[in-house]
C-alpha cells in the first residue's frame, strides 16, 4: 500500500552497550520497529462512506479508499455508481503490464447497449487539481522531479506548487483514477483503473485520481495480462467479472472490514519515512539516504475481532 507523513522528531528506543551500560545510543528506525511501537493514536479508522468494497470472482476482494477531499464529485458519482449496483456483473477490461488495471463497461460507447448510469452525473468536469490551502500537508524532505514539493495529506500521496496555489494527488501505486478520452471532462468515475506498475507520475494533473487500494492489490496486479493494444482484453472469455461492489457504509457493522490506516501527521509517520530513506535492515549495504514519494509504503492493518490492535503488513 501507499506511505504517509513527514520527518518529524525521531523518537526511537535507545539500547545500552558493552562497558557504559548507563550510555543510551540511538538505533536506527526499521519500518519493523517503528510499526511495532506505533501506538492506538497513531492509527485511524477510514470512513465506511468513503470505502468501496469490490468483489471479484473468485472470492477476491479489493477495497477503495475514495479521496473526497481532492475529488469530491467524482467520490460522489463512485458512491452514486456503487448504490446503483451499476458495476455488479461488469468485467476487468485491461491489464497492462507494468501500468493499470481498469474496469468499466464494455459498451459505454454505445448508447443503445450502455448500462445506465442512472443518477449518477456525466459529463463530469475535471477534478485535476484543488486550492492547497487548509489541507494538513506532510512533507517529503528529499524533492521531487514532478513537482516542486510532495508529501502526503490524509494518506494520499499529494503534491503541491506555492507557485500556484494548487495541490493535486500523485499517480503512486494502487492509486485509483478515472478513465477519461481526450475531452479532459470525458470521465466521469463508471470507468476505473488502478496503478500497479511503477508510478506514472506523468499522469498526474491530467486524470481525476479518486482514491487508492487499501487492500486488495494483490488481487488486481497478478492478473493474466491483456493482450491487445494498451494491454486490453481481446476475448471477452478472458474478463474477471466484478460480482458485487458495495460501499461499507451501506453494509451492517459486523460485515465491514475492520482495517486502520497508519495516521501520516505523526511522529511515527516521520520515524517510518526516515526508516525508508535510510535502511538500516541487515541485507542493506547502502542506507541512501533519500527516498521518492511512491516509494513509501502506507501500513494497513486488519484489527481481529476482539479489537485488539493486529499485526500490519510488513514489507
Not at 132 to 157: M, N
Not at 286 to 299: A, D, I, K, Y
Request: charged share 20%; net charge negative; aromatic share 6%.
Amino acid at each position: 500500500m501507499r506511505p504517509a507523513s513527514l520527518l518529524l522528531a525521531l523518537a526511537v528506543p535507545t539500547i545500552a552497550v558493552g562497558a557504559a551500560s548507563d550510555v543510551p545510543v540511538r538505533e536506527p528506525p526499521t519500518l519493523a520497529s517503528v510499526l511495532a511501537a506505533a501506538g492506538p493514536d497513531d492509527w485511524h479508522t477510514p470512513d465506511p462512506a468513503d470505502l468501496v468494497y469490490f468483489d471479484l470472482e473468485g472470492e477476491r476482494r479489493v477495497i477503495v479508499e475514495l479521496a473526497p477531499a481532492f475529488a469530491p464529485r467524482h467520490a460522489e458519482n463512485v458512491r452514486r455508481l456503487t448504490r446503483q449496483l451499476y458495476w455488479d456483473d461488469l468485467p476487468i477490461l485491461r491489464v497492462q503490464e507494468n501500468y493499470v488495471v481498469q474496469w468499466g463497461d464494455p459498451d459505454a460507447d454505445d448508447p443503445g447497449k450502455a448500462r445506465p448510469l442512472g443518477e449518477a452525473a456525466s459529463p463530469l468536469d475535471p477534478e485535476f487539481v484543488r486550492p492547497a490551502a487548509g489541507l494538513a500537508f506532510t512533507r517529503l524532505p528529499d524533492g521531487d522531479v514532478y513537482a516542486p514539493q510532495v508529501g502526503w495529506v490524509q494518506g494520499f500521496p499529494a503534491a503541491r506548487s506555492s507557485a500556484t496555489g494548487e495541490a493535486w494527488l500523485a499517480h503512486c501505486p494502487g492509486m485509483v483514477g478515472v478513465g477519461r478520452g481526450n475531452d479532459p471532462g470525458s470521465g466521469n468515475g463508471s470507468q476505473l483503473y488502478v496503478v500497479i506498475g511503477h508510478g506514472p507520475r506523468h499522469l498526474d494533473r491530467n486524470i481525476t485520481l479518486v482514491g487508492r487500494v487499501l487492500s486488495g492489490i494483490e488481487h488486481l496486479s497478478s492478473l493474466p495480462r491483456g493482450s491487445g493494444p494498451l494491454g486490453f482484453h481481446e476475448d471477452p472469455g478472458h474478463w474477471v467479472r466484478i460480482e458485487s461492489a458495495r460501499l461499507a457504509a451501506d453494509l451492517p457493522e459486523e460485515a465491514r472490514e475492520p482495517l486502520q490506516v497508519l495516521r501520516t501527521d505523526t511522529a511515527t509517520f516521520g520515524q517510518l519515512v526516515e526508516s525508508r530513506r535510510n535502511r538500516h535492515e541487515p541485507w542493506f549495504h547502502e542506507p541512501t539516504g533519500v527516498v521518492e514519494l511512491c516509494n513509501v509504503p502506507l501500513p494497513v492493518r486488519r484489527l481481529p475481532a476482539d479489537g485488539d490492535t493486529g499485526a500490519p503488513p510488513s514489507r
